[in-house]
Every structure is written in structure tokens, then in C-alpha cells.
């Protein structure tokens, strides 16, 4: 299969009304077209900051992403292109305000789900609707699994291990973690008891406004038995979004954990460190996983 060329990112940007759901479209004027917003990733950008900063700059929404949607793929001027799709609601408090730039988007509407299919201008973003209309009646929560980013070697440090600290690559990887985690609902934040593994959340807790907890049922060496798995059930049970950071050793089987809990295949080979897993659920069933590197 042809690999793509480029690479895109948007959303589904919906609302609920008086008469059911709504729908954002915009119109550009340099293709005089309806579509959803999205656009391309600029150098090195992931695809969870591209999401958020076109959505943003289309529609001045401040978006909050909920599942992945099928992703399109199209022909781009004999490149292939693709774009990936995530349901989106605006982030509490945020009003519905205007595109950056009006050269890029002259008009945004709210239309009725009945009446979507009928404007989209083209046929690849069919599929896309149909993908978020089959499931619109369940909000879903996010429950993530990050492996700490990289830490200082053991080499290089002669304290307790516990106290081992992230490298400045994993400091940086810390602060980008805070950008990449903010496109999901804030919740609850759990961390293994090791410096490393708070520091990895701590920059994104600090902005988010909530607390980091040190737990040791997640911490290797200081867990008893059954207590991680009694911890990611209350989790599980509790409905509420949550972030849980670990170590190597342990966060591949409480991913597992929670695979089996839900019905979800089991993710495959070690979580590369700094990297993490999405389980995105409603009312205790899977609804849809990601993972990004």
C-alpha cells in the first residue's frame, strides 16, 4: 500500500441543541467548499497539537477531543494524503467564536446531524459522518496509560533509584505531554511513587490545575498483590476521565489489565518510554484506543 505524504489533522466539532445534535462546517473560500475543520501538520508537530491548534484557528473553538474517527485518505496533487479525525466538543466555558483567519475561512456553521450529509461538499467526508454518527449517544471518557519519558542513566546516578530524575530529553518530552494530554477531558492523575514518573505528569497537572498522586500499587517493588488491579477497577468503575504514568516493568500489564476488562486486544510489545495508550470508554464498555508515539 502506497505510504501517505501528508499528513493532516481535524475534527468532528459538535454540540447539543434544543433539536438534537449540531455540527460545525466551514466554508473556505479559496476552494469554495463545506468540510470539517482540519488541516496540515506543520514540521514536527503531532497530531493531537495539530488537532487542536486548526480546530482553534477554523472555528475559534477551543476544542476537547473524545474518540477517533476513521481516518480519510485522498489523492493531494498525485501525493497521498491523510487526516485523521477525533469527535470534539468545545472545552467548558469556551464560546463559540470566529476563524483566525478569514482568508482561510469566511463562514462556520452550526447545521442539524439530519442535514450534514446534504452540505459536505465532498464524498470523503461521508464516511466520516457516518463513523461519528453511529455512536453520537455516548460521551466518552478517556482513561490513559503514559510510560515515563526518558530518565537519567543509572550510571550516572548514585542516590536512591527512586529519586532518579528525567533527562533533559525527558523534561522536554514532559512539557510536550502537557500540550498532547490537554486535548482530552482533565481528570484524575496517578503516577507511580518515583520521581521520574511524577515528573513526566507534573508539567501537565501543573497546568491543568490538579493533583499528581504517587500511588504505590503502581510503583514496582512496593505493590502487594492485587492492589493495581483493585486501583484501575475503582478507576474504571468511577466513569470519570484519568491519567495513570508507570514504569516498564509494570505499565504493559496494567494496559493488559485493563484490556481484558474491557474486551480490547491486547496491546502488542513494550510501550516505548514517553509514549502512551488511550482507552477511551462509556458506561464501563470499550468504545474505541489509541496510542501515539
Known amino acids: 500500500m502506497t505510504q501517505p505524504e501528508i499528513f493532516a489533522a481535524g475534527a468532528v466539532l459538535w454540540r447539543q441543541s434544543e433539536n438534537g445534535p449540531e455540527l460545525a462546517l466551514i466554508h473556505r473560500p479559496k476552494y469554495d467548499d463545506w468540510t470539517f475543520p482540519k488541516g496540515k501538520l506543520k514540521r514536527g508537530e503531532h497530531l493531537l497539537a495539530a488537532a487542536q491548534r486548526e480546530i482553534f484557528e477554523e472555528t475559534g473553538v477551543r476544542p476537547v477531543l473524545g474518540r477517533p474517527l476513521a481516518p480519510s485518505f485522498y489523492d493531494k496533487e498525485g501525493k497521498l494524503k491523510r487526516v485523521d479525525y477525533w469527535c470534539a466538543t468545545a472545552a467548558p466555558g469556551d464560546a463559540v467564536g470566529e476563524a483566525v483567519d478569514p482568508r482561510e475561512v469566511d463562514d462556520l456553521e452550526w447545521v442539524p446531524l439530519a442535514d450534514v450529509a446534504d452540505r459536505l461538499t465532498y464524498e470523503r467526508d461521508q464516511p466520516v459522518l457516518a463513523d461519528f454518527a453511529q455512536d453520537i ?18 550510571a550516572d546516578w548514585f542516590d536512591q533509584d527512586e529519586l532518579r530524575p528525567l533527562n533533559q530529553r525527558g523534561r522536554e518530552r514532559a512539557q510536550q505531554l502537557e500540550v498532547l494530554l490537554a486535548a482530552y477531558p482533565t481528570g484524575a492523575a496517578y503516577s507511580a511513587s518515583s520521581a521520574r514518573c511524577l515528573e513526566t505528569l507534573l508539567p501537565y497537572c501543573a497546568a491543568e490545575g490538579i493533583p499528581v498522586s504517587g500511588l504505590p500499587e ?30 516498564g516493568e509494570t505499565i504493559d500489564e496494567l494496559i493488559a489489565w485493563v484490556s481484558g476488562r ?21 458506561g464501563g464498555e ?5 496510542q501515539h508515539e
Open 262 to 282: 474491557l474486551g480490547a486486544p491486547v496491546h502488542e510489545g513494550p510501550l516505548e518510554k514517553g509514549s502512551f495508550v488511550v482507552f477511551h470508554t462509556a
Open 218 to 247: 503502581f510503583t514496582p517493588g512496593t505493590a502487594k498483590p492485587g492492589q493495581a488491579e483493585a486501583r484501575l477497577d475503582e478507576i474504571l468503575a468511577s466513569g470519570k476521565p484519568a491519567v495513570v504514568c508507570g514504569h
Open 286 to 290: 470499550l468504545v474505541a484506543t489509541e
Open 137 to 154: 449517544a455516548r460521551e466518552t471518557v478517556p482513561l490513559i496509560f503514559i510510560r515515563h519519558a526518558v530518565a537519567l542513566s543509572k
